[in-house]
């Protein structure tokens, strides 16, 4: 028994000196240098492109039968110079604004004289009844067109909801209604008139002059442009 009490402390003892003779922590050693960057590899082989999708529906049917430019110049409401370029290309093609003489030509056949009465509408964007009404609306009739005694009868012009935008990105809204012969307009002048009775091809210049009281400028307004449309006939 008192060998192995003996024996304990002398473990006990050894333990001791061991711990106590235990030395501090040294330094962190330097990090070792990154290695070099492997090679990249080479890049694959372009994938095939993909089919072309089919063309987009485009407005083709309500181009197809002609234009009317106009170019106004005069003052804006703010005192400002207008100038101001814009082309109507877009036609309506309900039944109902046929039936209403729209984008129509009638020949009347009187015994002295053959009336033209022609009457176009004109878009500047895809006509839709409350955020594109957009438009111009010409009439005019001649006797005996393209003839020596060809006389000018009538025309009158109309902007409906025509926005006019400047440069600064500021805009006024005319709604005008222009008559031959009305007060504050001066006569129509027509040039280089053609009609082409078979296609019912129409072709002209046109310049006038409004008054500042009669249009929605507030000021003298010049008014010219071209008119280059195919008109339809009624079947009768």
Request: charge should be negative; proline fraction near 2%; include cysteine.
């Given at each position: ?20 003779c ?106 839709e009844?409350?955020y ?46 222009f ?19 078979g296609?019912?091809?129409?072709t ?16 003298e ?16």
């Amino acid at each position: 028994m008192k060998i192995t009490k003996l024996f304990g402390l002398a473990l006990l003892a050894l333990s001791i000196s061991i711990i106590s003779c235990t030395g501090e922590d040294g330094t962190d050693g330097i990090n070792g240098i990154d290695g070099a960057d492997g090679i990249n590899g080479q890049d694959g082989a372009d994938g095939q492109n993909g089919q072309d999708g089919a063309d987009g529906e485009g407005f083709d049917e309500m181009t197809q039968y002609g234009f009317i430019t106009m170019n106004l110049q005069g003052t804006r409401p703010d005192g400002v110079a207008l100038e101001d370029s814009s082309t109507f290309k877009f036609t309506p093609l309900g039944g109902e604004v046929f039936q209403e003489g729209f984008n129509t030509v009638t020949i009347q056949q009187l015994p002295d004289n053959t009336v033209y009465g022609f009457k176009m509408i004109r878009f500047i964007s895809a006509p839709e009844n409350i955020y594109n009404a957009n438009a111009v609306i010409f009439y005019l009739s001649f006797a005996n067109l393209g003839e020596e005694n060809e006389e000018f009868l009538n025309a009158s012009m109309t902007l409906n909801d025509y926005t006019v935008i400047g440069e600064d990105n500021k805009f006024f809204v005319m709604n005008d209604y222009f008559e031959s012969g009305g007060a504050g307009v001066s006569d129509f002048e027509f040039t280089d008139m053609a009609f082409d009775a078979g296609t019912n091809h129409l072709t002209f210049s046109y310049s006038f002059m409004v008054t500042d009281d009669q249009n929605d400028s507030g000021h003298e307004l010049t008014v010219m442009g071209e008119v280059d449309v195919y008109l339809l006939e009624e079947i009768q």
